[in-house]
């Protein structure tokens, strides 16, 4: 990136810095204990002369130091950046504390909603940070340093650390105070709020990275319309629900097209590209759990997707890669994969979304997927279930919605030959099997 955008970027993580200390300090002023990661130094401040923020910037360069412990040679020298940001953010906490000292809520109901408030707004810091995507607080740093060593999840190993500090911080007032002091029902709260709060902000505040990118949007996506002997060339993308026939269709349009379809070697290509089991990727990919604590635990949302280490995100961005790098290369049909939303800046692109009755969907699992008739409905119902948050999570739409797509088929009503008569002569409107266009891009 040039000079203006960083230049953009670290204003905006400044601002989130800033609101960050604002949550922090909001959630401290609630009297009910103080945010995981605030649990030790806020303690320590209770007992000691040193302010909030002092003890923040202390602890922050311990996880510097531990962070060169565990990665060594891998400590990048741009790590260091960590060190000046740990100076500003202890004067914001020390800012932020005297800003709010008029805050003391007595009543147990309004001391939940300062908590609350204060856990909205440190989720809207966290997010600015993410967006800015210049440098990590040391904390999420540190617990990425320790995931990428041990290769385990982020968010496990997120856990493990705000649960260390806690029970530092407890054992701390247990030998100063005689008593639990600063770590209360709020600190637990706190733990899965925040998180909760920021990928909510990640997926709302996307148009600011527009805002922040110095050049115009197409020369950020990148996506040629020609291939490399010069010939203009298009994709099908095509979204499905469970039993409607939708990878039927794209195989009979390969075909009849000459062109190649990818779906299940989609998941060839990202195994090998992340050197995983292929069964491991095929139960994991276009899935992402609907239940709540999944979500709060399992999720990265301290990071860009593509520098998460969520295995899902992880998997999304490496599939993502290849789409657009096939895209790229030759004419395809691509099924699946949030493909629509992958290559929306690709104009030569048909997006399609095959539906079906209910009846004739459970009839094709169980005749032509060989499923029995309750697993067939069980299947049905967390196949088309999992699809849906896993396009809501990466695209923050709705994966069924019309708009997203310039064609939506019922394949009860239409067929499958139907179906795909009805997408030849679409794309032949506005584009010939050769690739020469006749006026329009396809999309």
């Given at each position: 990136?040039?000079?203006k955008e960083?230049?953009k970027?670290?204003i905006?993580?400044?601002?989130?810095?800033f609101?960050?200390s604002l949550?922090?300090?909001l959630?401290?002023k609630a009297?009910l204990?103080?945010s995981p990661?605030?649990?030790l130094?806020?303690?320590?401040?209770?007992?000691?002369?040193?302010?909030?923020?002092?003890?923040?910037?202390?602890?922050?360069l311990?996880?510097?130091?531990?962070?060169?412990?565990i990665?060594?040679?891998d400590?990048k020298?741009?790590e260091?950046?960590?060190?000046?940001?740990s100076v500003l953010?202890?004067v914001?906490?020390?800012?932020?504390?005297?800003?709010?000292a008029w805050?003391?809520?007595?009543?147990?109901?309004?001391?939940?909603?300062f908590?609350?408030?204060?856990c909205?707004?440190?989720?809207?810091?966290v997010?600015l940070?993410?967006?800015a995507?210049?440098?990590?607080?040391?904390?999420?740093?540190f617990?990425?340093a320790?995931?990428?060593k041990?290769?385990?999840?982020?968010?496990l190993v997120?856990?493990?650390?705000d649960?260390?500090?806690?029970?530092?911080?407890v054992?701390?007032?247990?030998?100063?105070?005689?008593?639990?002091?600063?770590?209360?029902e709020g600190?637990i709260?706190?733990?899965?709020?925040?998180?909760?709060?920021?990928r909510?902000?990640n997926?709302?505040l996307?148009?600011?990275?527009h805002?922040l990118?110095s050049?115009?949007?197409?020369t950020?996506?990148?996506?040629p319309?020609?291939?490399?002997?010069g010939?203009?060339?298009?994709v099908?993308?095509?979204?499905?629900?469970?039993?409607s026939?939708g990878?039927e269709?794209g195989?009979?349009?390969s075909?009849?097209?000459?062109?190649?379809f990818?779906d299940?070697?989609?998941?060839?290509l990202?195994?090998?590209?992340?050197?995983?089991?292929?069964d491991?990727?095929?139960?994991?990919?276009?899935n992402i759990?609907?239940?709540?604590?999944?979500?709060?635990?399992m999720?990265?949302?301290?990071?860009?997707?593509e520098r998460?280490l969520?295995?899902d995100?992880a998997?999304?961005?490496?599939?993502s890669k290849?789409?657009?790098?096939?895209?790229?290369?030759?004419?395809?049909?691509?099924?699946g994969?949030?493909?629509?939303y992958?290559?929306?800046?690709?104009?030569?692109?048909?997006?399609?979304?095959v539906?079906?009755?209910?009846?004739?969907k459970l009839?094709?699992?169980?005749?032509e997927y060989?499923?029995?008739a309750?697993a067939?409905?069980?299947?049905?119902?967390?196949?088309?279930?999992?699809r849906?948050?896993?396009?809501?999570?990466y695209?923050g739409?709705v994966?069924?919605?019309?708009?997203?797509?310039?064609?939506?088929l019922?394949?009860?009503?239409l067929?499958?030959?139907?179906?795909c008569?009805?997408?030849l002569?679409m794309?032949?409107?506005?584009q010939?099997?050769?690739?020469q266009t006749?006026?329009?891009?396809?999309?």
């Amino acid at each position: 990136m040039d000079t203006k955008e960083l230049i953009k970027r670290y204003i905006l993580f400044i601002i989130g810095l800033f609101v960050n200390s604002l949550g922090i300090c909001l959630i401290i002023k609630a009297d009910l204990g103080s945010s995981p990661i605030s649990s030790l130094p806020y303690t320590l401040s209770l007992r000691f002369p040193i302010s909030l923020g002092t003890l923040t910037f202390c602890l922050n360069l311990f996880l510097i130091a531990g962070q060169m412990a565990i990665l060594k040679k891998d400590f990048k020298p741009r790590e260091w950046l960590q060190l000046p940001v740990s100076v500003l953010f202890g004067v914001f906490i020390d800012c932020s504390m005297w800003m709010l000292a008029w805050i003391s809520p007595e009543q147990y109901v309004m001391k939940l909603v300062f908590l609350v408030i204060g856990c909205s707004v440190l989720g809207l810091g966290v997010s600015l940070e993410v967006i800015a995507n210049v440098v990590m607080l040391s904390g999420e740093a540190f617990v990425q340093a320790i995931s990428i060593k041990k290769k385990k999840e982020f968010g496990l190993v997120k856990i493990l650390f705000d649960t260390s500090l806690m029970l530092l911080a407890v054992l701390a007032s247990l030998i100063l105070f005689r008593s639990v002091i600063g770590v209360r029902e709020g600190t637990i709260v706190a733990a899965f709020l925040v998180g909760m709060f920021a990928r909510y902000f990640n997926k709302h505040l996307g148009f600011l990275n527009h805002y922040l990118q110095s050049g115009p949007e197409n020369t950020v996506a990148g996506i040629p319309e020609l291939d490399q002997a010069g010939h203009r060339h298009f994709v099908i993308t095509i979204a499905r629900e469970y039993g409607s026939g939708g990878r039927e269709i794209g195989q009979r349009l390969s075909q009849s097209l000459g062109i190649p379809f990818y779906d299940k070697e989609l998941i060839d290509l990202a195994a090998k590209e992340n050197g995983m089991k292929t069964d491991y990727v095929a139960a994991h990919e276009q899935n992402i759990p609907s239940n709540l604590l999944y979500e709060m635990i399992m999720q990265d949302f301290t990071a860009p997707v593509e520098r998460s280490l969520s295995f899902d995100d992880a998997l999304f961005v490496t599939q993502s890669k290849i789409i657009r790098k096939l895209a790229t290369e030759q004419s395809c049909i691509i099924v699946g994969r949030c493909a629509d939303y992958v290559l929306r800046d690709f104009s030569s692109c048909l997006k399609v979304f095959v539906h079906a009755d209910y009846e004739d969907k459970l009839q094709r699992i169980v005749q032509e997927y060989g499923e029995q008739a309750d697993a067939a409905r069980e299947k049905l119902k967390y196949t088309d279930r999992g699809r849906a948050n896993h396009y809501k999570t990466y695209t923050g739409q709705v994966w069924n919605e019309a708009t997203h797509y310039d064609l939506c088929l019922n394949s009860t009503r239409l067929g499958i030959s139907g179906c795909c008569d009805l997408i030849l002569k679409m794309l032949g409107k506005e584009q010939n099997i050769n690739g020469q266009t006749d006026g329009q891009k396809v999309g």
